[in-house]
Structure formats: C-alpha cells, structure tokens
C-alpha cells in the first residue's frame, strides 16, 4: 500500500509540473445560453465536457467560459431544467464562441453515455441500451443504499438481505457477473457472497449509469450481465465553489442520514470533500412486526485534489466506506413467534421493544470497511489522449457471530486489490474514432480469522483491447476485440494437521467481441442492434469454497476444474421521441455456456450428503459447484406519454420480462435461480412552476408498482419456491424554495412508499427462506412496510473570485 501511495502521488506531482512547463495557446468554449422562445438569459445553465470531466455554469447574463483545454472535437452537453437538452460536438480551438438557444422540454431528456464506449456518446447512438440517474434524480429517492437507488430502471433488479446489503442484478444475471465502476475504479470487495453487499457511498453519487448486456470488450472478466458505472468525486464548474448539505429521516426504521460536501474550481485547480453518516434501527412490517437485528451504520468519507489544463488533468481521490450491518438470521420462539436474540453463553431470549430501537447491530453482524485511492490522469498529445488510471483498494470484511466475544470476528477476508487501466485515444479521423489500451489489476486475498470458507491466493488479471466507432449523419456503427488473461494461485491452508485447501493454480483466457449499430432512420425513430460475446472466469469461491457459507444453511465445495462462463447475446430495439410521447423497446436473447452454479452432491445411496459443520455443529447440506448451458431472453418496455401542449404532464409505464432456462434439467428442473419476476410500474406525474417565484421545480407524483408472480423457480434441491404477486402504491411531492433574489434556497423532498402496508416477499430476497413462524405457519420474513420519508437538500454556491 505504501508503495502504491507513493507512485499515485509521484505520477500526481509530475503531472502537475507539466503545466509550469510552458504555456500553452489557450482553447476554451465560451458564448451565451438562452430561452429559445424570450430571448432571456438562462442562469445556472449547466455546459459539460464528458471528455475532460469540466464544465461551466452559465451566469446571470447567461454568459459562459470553460478553462482552458487541449485543442480538439469535443461532445459538449448543455443542460437546464425545464429545457430540452443540446448535446452538440463542437471543434474548440482558440477561443471558440458558441451560442446556444435553449427550447421548453416537451420530450424526453436525451443524455451522455460513457460507459462500454471509447469515448462519451449520445445515447441515441449507442447501439446497447443505457440509463442515466443524475443527482437531481437520486435526491428525490428515498432508499438504503446506492443499488435500491435504481431498481426503477427496467431490467434492473437486487438480491436483498436486509435493507442495507444489495446486490445488483441485470437481466437476471447477478454477483461476478455485473462490475460495478466507481470513479473510473472497477469496485472488488468479496463480491461473490450472498450477503456482500457494495462498499459505495449512496449520498456522494452525483451520477449513475448502467449498462444492460455483456460489457467484457471494455472491462474484462465478470461484465458478462452488464456494468453499473458511478460517478462519485466530479471537479466543479470552472470559477464556481460549490456547497451541498443534505438531511434524510425515514419513519419505519428511524432511518437518518445526513451529508456534506464542497467543491470548487478555479483556474484548473480542483478540490472536492465529503462526509455522511447514515443509520437505522430493525424496519417492521404488519405480519413480522419489527425484524429484529435489521439494523446498519454507516460512516464515510472522501476527497479529490487535482489539476487541470490545455495538458490534460491529474486528479487524486480517496474514499473510506465504514459500515456495521445486523444480519437477520429469522429465528423465532416457537411458542410465540417472536424473534430471539442470541445471548452469552449459548442462551436465547425474545427480542424486546428497546431492542428494535437500537442502531449498534447485535450478534451476528459485519463489519465492512474499504478504503480507494485512484490517481486519475489524462494527457493531450497533439489531438491524441492517453488516458491513466491507478487504483489500490484495500477491503476488511469482518463477520462476528459468537455473543461470548463481539470484538474477535469468526470471519475475517483481507482483500487487496491494485488496479490499472492505459487508454489511447487517436484523433477523429474521416468520421472514424479509435481507442485501444490496457486494463487489469493484481489481487491478494488473506483469512485473518479460524473460520474460513475461501484459500488465501493471488490473482493476476490482464486484458487488451481495441474500440473502434464510425460516426456519420444518422449512422452509428461502433465495436471492437479484446483478450483477457487471469492468473489465480491459490495457497495451501491447514485445518490442524489436515488439508483443507490444496494449493492449486489455474489460468483462464479469452477472447471478447462486440458489433453494434445505432441508425436515426428519422428525427423521432432510431433503431439499435448489438451483437456481444463475453466472459467471466470463475470466482475463488467457486473454485475452492471448503466450508459453511453462514445463513444459507449450505456448506460449499469448489470445483477447480471449471471452465470460464462464455455468453452470446443479442440485443435489439427502437426508440421513438416525440412531443407527445417517447417509447422505446429492448429485445434480447443470451446464450451461456458453462453457467456456474451450486449443485446438491448425493450420497452413495442417491440421498442428499449431510456433513456437521465443525464450528456450529449444525448438520449442514453438501453442496458443490458446477457448470450448465443456460438461455436467457426477455425484453423491457417503456413508454412516457406527454401531450403537447401540456407538458407539465407525464404518464411513465415501464415492463420488464426475464426468462431463464438450463439446457438439461437439474433435479427435476430446467430453471435457473435467483431470476426476478415480471414487473409493471405506471407512474402519472405533474412537473409545475419552472419559474416560481417562492415554490419552483413542483412535482407532484403517484406510482402503482406491480411485481408478477414468480411461478419458474429452481425447485431443484429444494433451493426456491415460487413467490407470490404483489401491488404496491408509491407517492412522492417536492419542490425548491425560493428566496426575493430568485435562488433556490433549499429543496424538500417528500415520499411514500407502500401506502397501503402490503405484506410481501420479493422473489430476490434472501430472508424469504428464514425459519418458519409456527404460530401463522408464514414462512420466512417479509419485507418493509408502510415507509414515509422526508429529505432537505441545501445548496450553496459562490463565486472563486
């Protein structure tokens, strides 16, 4: 770690003294943003470059000026709200003036991407489909955590334990299969677990993308479902020192949070700092009451330090994620159906009223803490860009379950990751754009505990790759190659004179691909088509799991024969953006060979192999690692119907559709685990005083959320059952406050979730397989309850004179 800090820092400072080299012919974006339909300024306007990470916020007067940058053809977005957004490539040498006439929204918002690209691109010519959550978006969301931030985007779901521990799922494909990004950084922290959650910080998100389908060509091994890319630690706009505080109080689990940051730019020179704090006592519903032991803290951190120019940038982030979860574990008197707590001793009691209320987990709980510097640079060369990023994270996911001793974990995973990625960026040239690079990381893990359930090992990961994208009127045609290489040695681990790891070493390579094309066949339609085959190599918990995964009543063995996951898909879909409505569709079918997943192992006599779990003693099922051929497709639909002229009004309807099958049958069964129901959700919303003069920016919103049954578990080895159908009703109303010099003050949000206490079970929620309740004879534990939920954000912004 030492030793990555001091080259971050080396490469920080040598990076900056560039700039004091010489000085460079300045090259900035400067003009004016205005009201298509008066004439009048537009302050606050927002003008982004997603190349470079800068922007500018338009002025009183509507003027605008970017620091300086490198000469260069450069996709400019400009934004404001209650105005159709101008996303616009732009040739910015020398100082180059533009204008921009902004019209009323009265379609949807078109974006940015710059996720699974080489560089950013408009949404509508990315041949693979991607949504965007901005902050603004985000702060109007009452939730957990970051990934229950974006259950809403079709295609999109989570594997829950608890409120606090989310996993990510898309399309039905979840845990390795999905990378989650933070600034530029791919996350790793023990992903493979049911109950490991995302170490990311949910208030200093200030941007979300995710990207549906096999991303392997740009990020390598485990983006086989897709990428959630989260933008955290962003420089200000130039000349402009930016404040933000922000309080949330949820009512069912005393949920509250609160959140700090400041950021500012002047002449190049960036910084930006943050801090939250967030926690909550055991949520209830109307069948369970409270949940015992659902409780979570959180403590973080962050900042950024940089320096930016006509050379390029070098930023230096550092972010600390610390957080305590309870883990539900369902354990009932049986006389009462109440939940017990775990005492000294061995003993049990019933939880009690004044044990609901507490935040400090009971036993067991974790304790998860993951620290990240990334030194992040860019350098012009000529009309080039060479584009650097390094990463170390050090991840500490501690598990205690002894209430004789809280301070010594049973479970301790060390994990130490270094992660690097070179890009080359070529010029424009003849419609054609062109990036190639290398990206990789070295990982060590080690068990600092007496349970364990993975080897100590190291791990080696390297890939590279080639994007190539034509770009011309109404056509877009983009992909590319890669090959990847990952080295896992695993190392020999002893449990008292026996082996319980063997030493072992595996090599997994393959090769990556994409083909997409995106065509704007009129000003309204645009067709997509994409074609992607992807990888993952197989987890070391696959490999070589020897032990009890606690609350999954399993004890796993890994297989270090198993092949890596290869998938085909194919994608295709519309969008239609008019006045009056915007709909768009996604169809796609992904073949997998080699999908791993756990198997029940037979005895000798065609019954199910029990072995005793040396540190509990409990009587655990056997249950081994294995691969099979899958199928998946499915589509997702949306629909925003906004009648001009009134374009206040939005009725937004989204459907999402998963199907997954195994080419043979698993005890009985051809269906694959863990794949989320149906789901309809049909929102009507009113978007009212654009320009307020006390309230500005009302909205006022009602959602019905409908989740279908889900009647295709995997029903083999007893491993799902079907869940039942389930309406719930959400509201939401907030608004700006505005003060006699026409700024916003602050904003108030206000929500709430499952109006109607409807009890329920997601299919994806791992406490619906907790103990019996004998007294209703309910399996399992429900979900959250009636919620309301209140948020107050306070923005400050000053001139850095």
Not at 577 to 597: A, K, M, P, R
């Amino acid at each position: 770690m030492k030793q990555t800090l001091l080259a971050v820092t080396i490469l920080f400072l040598y990076s900056n003294s560039i700039h004091s080299q010489g000085k460079p012919e300045k090259n900035v974006l400067s003009g004016k943003v205005t009201d298509a339909k008066t004439g009048t300024p537009l302050p606050g306007a927002s003008i982004f470059i997603h190349d470079l990470k800068i922007g500018a916020i338009a002025h009183e007067d509507g003027s605008f000026k970017t620091s300086s940058i490198a000469p260069g053809k450069y996709l400019v977005e400009i934004s404001s709200v209650g105005f159709e957004t101008i996303i616009e490539s732009i040739d910015i040498e020398g100082n180059t003036e533009m204008n921009f006439a902004m019209q009323p929204a009265a379609r949807e918002q078109e974006g940015v991407t710059v996720t699974g690209v080489s560089a950013p691109t408009r949404l509508r010519q990315s041949p693979q489909p991607v949504a965007i959550v901005k902050r603004d978006d985000l702060v109007k969301i009452s939730s957990t955590n970051i990934i229950n931030s974006l259950v809403h985007i079709p295609g999109v779901n989570t594997l829950t334990t608890g409120p606090a521990i989310s996993k990510p799922f898309i399309r039905g494909l979840g845990y390795n299969r999905v990378v989650t990004i933070n600034d530029g950084v791919r996350q790793e922290g023990q992903q493979w677990g049911d109950e490991h959650g995302i170490e990311i910080d949910d208030y200093s998100a200030q941007r979300v993308e995710v990207l549906k389908g096999p991303a392997s060509l740009m990020y390598g091994s485990d983006a086989l479902a897709g990428v959630i890319n989260i933008q955290s630690l962003l420089p200000a706009p130039e000349g402009l020192i930016k404040a933000n505080v922000l309080s949330e109080y949820q009512t069912n689990n005393h949920l509250r949070g609160f959140f700090g940051n400041v950021a500012g730019t002047k002449n190049g020179f960036s910084f930006n700092a943050y801090g939250s704090y967030k926690g909550a006592a055991d949520y209830k519903n109307k069948y369970d009451g409270y949940v015992f032991n659902s409780k979570f803290y959180n403590k973080d951190f962050g900042g950024m330090l940089g320096y930016g120019g006509s050379w390029g940038h070098s930023y230096l982030n550092i972010t600390s994620f610390d957080q305590h979860i309870g883990m539900v574990e369902g354990k009932r008197d049986s006389a009462t159906g109440l939940f017990l707590k775990a005492l000294p001793g061995g003993n049990e009691a019933i939880a009690m009223n004044d044990d609901f209320k507490k935040i400090d987990p009971e036993v067991p709980f974790q304790h998860i803490q993951h620290f990240k510097i990334t030194s992040d640079n860019s350098f012009n060369i000529s009309r080039s860009k060479l584009d650097l990023i390094l990463g170390f994270q050090h991840n500490q996911r501690r598990e205690f379950g002894n209430p004789d001793n809280t301070s010594a974990p049973d479970a301790y995973f060390d994990l130490k990751t270094f992660n690097y990625a070179l890009k080359f960026n070529l010029p424009y040239r003849n419609y054609w754009r062109t990036s190639m690079g290398i990206t990789g990381m070295s990982q060590t893990n080690k068990n600092k505990a007496e349970e364990t359930l993975i080897p100590d090992y190291s791990l080696l990961d390297a890939g590279i790759f080639v994007f190539t994208q034509y770009q011309r009127e109404k056509l877009t045609i983009s992909g590319g190659l890669r090959f990847d290489n990952r080295h896992v040695d695993s190392r020999q681990m002893m449990d008292g004179t026996a082996i319980k790891f063997a030493a072992f070493t595996k090599n997994f390579a393959n090769i990556s691909g994409s083909a997409g094309i995106s065509y704007q066949a009129t000003k309204e339609l645009t067709l997509k088509f994409n074609l992607a085959r992807g990888f993952r190599a197989p987890s070391l918990a696959e490999l070589a799991s020897n032990g009890a995964h606690e609350g999954t009543n399993r004890y796993e063995i890994g297989d270090n024969n198993l092949k890596s996951e290869t998938s085909l898909q194919i994608d295709g879909g519309f969008e239609i953006n008019t006045e009056h409505v915007t709909l768009g569709t996604s169809v796609y079918y992904n073949h997998i060979n080699n999908f791993i997943f756990y198997e029940r192992i037979r005895n000798s006599t065609g019954g199910d192999s029990i072995v005793t779990d040396p540190n509990t003693g409990n009587k655990l099922n056997l249950f081994r690692f294995s691969g099979q051929n899958t199928n998946l497709y499915g589509f997702e639909f949306n629909m925003d119907i906004h009648p001009h002229p009134l374009d206040w009004l939005h009725f937004e309807n989204t459907i999402s559709y998963t199907r997954a099958q195994f080419s043979t049958e698993i005890d009985g069964t051809k269906n694959v685990p863990f794949i989320p129901a149906a789901r309809y959700i049909s929102e009507l919303k009113g978007n009212f005083l654009p320009k307020g003069k006390k309230l500005r920016n009302l909205y006022i919103s009602l959602e019905s959320d409908y989740t279908f049954k889900q009647n295709h578990p995997f029903t083999g080895y007893n491993t799902e059952t079907a869940t039942g159908d389930y309406w719930l009703v959400n509201a939401s109303v907030g608004t700006g406050i505005v003060n006699k010099k026409g700024k916003t003050v602050f904003t108030i949000h206000l929500s709430g979730m499952n109006l109607g206490d409807v009890a329920y079970q997601n299919h994806l929620s791992r406490l619906k397989y907790t103990d019996v309740n004998n007294v209703t004879g309910r399996t399992g534990v429900f979900n959250i309850g009636r919620n309301y939920g209140v948020k107050v954000n306070l923005p400050l912004d000053f001139k850095w004179n």
